[in-house]
Nanobody
Framework: QVQPVESGGGSVQPGGSLRLSCKTS????????MAWFRQAPGTERREMVA?????????YYDASVAGRFTVSRDYDKYTGYLQMNSLKAEDTATYYC????????????????RGQGTQVIVSS
């Protein structure tokens, strides 16, 4: 199993928080770039919302989540995290993680290792 596995999705009220996890295979170099994407219901586009390089490297946030989401990694556990605070209804989506040797841009299909997603529903 070399594809990453996401977990931590669920239902939450607006203003609430969730922490998503992305477990990667130990066969994959832990220094690989990790990107987080989401796809809203009824849409075809999978947009990149955050990305993190190796420790100390650059971190990316889309403007729609900057200041509310925090991306991090635990290298000992081969796991990445997306902490989502102050959630809004428009954050409702299936969230995916992807990894590759380097940053591959903002297109989902450009990443070699891609997960199956975890659903997040923000509703009152």
């Amino acid at each position: 199993q070399v594809q990453p596995v996401e977990s931590g999705g669920g239902s939450v009220q607006p203003g609430g928080s969730l922490r998503l996890s992305c477990k990667t295979s130990t066969d994959i170099n832990i220094s690989y770039y990790m990107a987080w994407f989401r796809q809203a219901p009824g849409t075809e586009r999978r947009e990149m919302v955050a990305g993190i390089s190796r420790a100390g490297g650059p971190i990316y946030y889309d403007a729609s989540v900057a200041g509310r989401f925090t991306v991090s990694r635990d290298y000992d556990k081969y796991t990445g995290y997306l902490q989502m605070n102050s959630l809004k209804a428009e954050d409702t989506a299936t969230y995916y993680c992807a990894t590759d040797e380097y940053y591959r841009g903002i297109k989902w299909g450009e990443y070699r290792y891609r997960g199956q997603g975890t659903q997040v529903i923000v509703s009152s």
